[in-house]
């Protein structure tokens, strides 16, 4: 057994259902499960490794639930800077199908690397094109390597142009091998015991990209075997008109016409949806991953996050694809959520003085949304928050810092409405994937380079 002790924390956030805030708090880890929290004074005093975070932030590790790493690889390519969905993926299909094993690989430990150094312990991940000879064994390889929690989803495409699709024939799957390999992933990857580091999602990529007979069949395996459903969901204007062209049907009626509700269930951006739409989201117990900075980045619009929350919908935040986002910065993700929910407010003409019962979203929701929320929508009561029982899975900020400076009357407001930072600290069921700022897992450098070479490649076909 092994044993670590957190101690003299400035302030260390629970996100428990008490929400407590611990002035000079700590937590003490056995076996990368909690053991008990709070103040540093009334933990035992020696563990096998023990860590002063005096000075410091204490958060629960965030939960990033809509991810695509392999993005990562075409990030800010010049052809597909200014477009918007339909017209972006057209753009980066062709160089997509050019992915090897070896980009997949690396692409992965790219985005972990970058996600656990932003506070980030736990991502969805959603691969939905395998070229070349990939497979999403490459991307679980890579993960275990970094030491970050993954939900790897097996995406899929199979409704290719010449049927009516949108990603060329070149990027598509035929459904038979499709579901052959989410039952072997499955029955290979899968581990539902608490603490798990990998869990296997099946996540058809989109309405616009596989039939509805692989919806269904792909909703009738996952249940089968207890595992979660996702797919991409309303995310633009565009692909509500093809839903009414194709299936004669929106898409949140769409989903429930191919069993695609429950609590099992949860959807990428889902912008476009109507008042009772939102209520059905809520009904069924479904999730949303919502996306701001993917969805400013192409313009896609502003999801009804308040609608959802009043409504009892479970959201939690999603980085999407690094080539929509163009980084991997969970905290930079909170701070935007944030901003953007308060830009909606003003866009719809919300006055604080005109509706005193309506407020703006605070930093404290929104850190909320990445943590609890986050392991909500994943289905995970083993991660989001720091209490006893809980996987130990945390990061620290230190607030000594010209970034901070004069915030600190707030350390965990700052957290969200100053500048993203680096996170110091990152612990992972209790061992460290970052110390000092740095990567404990990997050579940062050495892992840019081959990055970069692999980027060229890419591009330049």
């Not at 009043?310 to 694809?321: E, F, H, I, N, Y």
């Not at 969970?330 to 604080?352: C, N, P, Y």
């Not at 005193?356 to 989001?384: C, F, N, Q, W, Y």
Request: net charge negative; with cysteine.
């Amino acid at each position: 057994m092994t044993t670590l002790l957190i101690k003299n924390a400035t302030v260390l956030v629970t996100m428990d259902d008490h929400q407590r805030e611990i002035p000079e708090g700590g937590l003490f880890v056995r076996d990368g499960f909690i053991e008990q929290v709070g103040l540093t004074v009334e933990l035992p005093q020696a563990a096998d490794e023990v860590l002063d975070l005096r000075g410091h932030l204490l958060l629960p590790g965030l939960v990033n639930t809509h991810h695509h790493f392999y993005q990562t690889l075409t990030r800010a390519v010049p052809a597909a800077q200014d477009a918007n969905l339909f017209n972006w993926l057209k753009t980066l299909y062709p160089i997509w199908a050019r992915l090897t094993p070896d980009d997949i690989f690396i692409s992965t430990q790219t985005a972990l690397a970058e996600l656990a150094l932003s506070g980030c312990t736990t991502a969805s991940d959603h691969l939905y094109l395998y070229p070349n000879g990939a497979r999403l064994d490459d991307e679980i390889a890579a993960a275990q390597e970094v030491g970050v929690r993954l939900q790897s989803s097996r995406g899929s495409m199979s409704l290719g142009e010449s049927k009516g699709g949108l990603p060329p024939d070149s990027v598509v799957e035929p459904e038979e091998k499709i579901l052959a390999d989410s039952q072997r992933l499955i029955q290979q990857y899968h581990d539902a015991k608490p603490g798990a580091f990998v869990q296997i999602v099946l996540a058809p990529c989109s309405p616009f990209s596989v039939t509805g007979e692989l919806m269904k069949q792909s909703a009738k395996l996952a249940r089968e075997y207890g595992v979660h459903l996702h797919t991409h969901l309303a995310e633009t204007e565009d692909e509500v008109q093809f839903c009414l062209q194709k299936f004669g049907l929106r898409p949140v009626s769409y989903m429930e016409s191919v069993n695609w509700m429950g609590e099992d269930v949860w959807f990428a951006h889902a912008v476009y949806v109507n008042g009772e739409e939102v209520k059905t989201f809520a009904k069924h117990g479904c999730g949303m991953a919502h996306c701001p900075s993917s969805n400013m980045r192409l313009a896609s619009g502003i999801a009804p996050v308040k609608e959802y929350l009043a409504a009892g919908v479970k959201v939690g935040l999603g980085l999407d694809g690094s080539a929509s986002n163009d980084g991997s910065h969970m905290l930079a993700e909170v701070r935007q959520a944030m901003l953007l929910a308060r830009l909606k407010e003003g866009i719809t003409g919300f006055s604080l003085s005109n509706d005193p019962s309506r407020k703006l979203m605070t930093a404290r929701e929104a850190l909320r949304l990445a943590t609890r929320g986050g392991a909500g929508v994943l289905g995970r009561s083993d991660i989001g928050s720091l209490e006893v029982g809980k996987c130990a899975d945390f990061f620290a900020i230190n607030l000594n810092r010209l970034d901070y400076a004069g915030a600190l009357h707030d350390p965990v407001a700052a957290a969200v409405f100053c500048h993203p930072v680096r996170a110091d600290t990152t612990v992972i069921g209790g061992r460290f994937v970052v110390r000092e700022g740095q990567l404990v897992t990997l050579d940062e450098m050495k892992l840019v380079e081959r990055h970069n070479r692999a980027a060229k490649r890419l591009l330049e076909g």
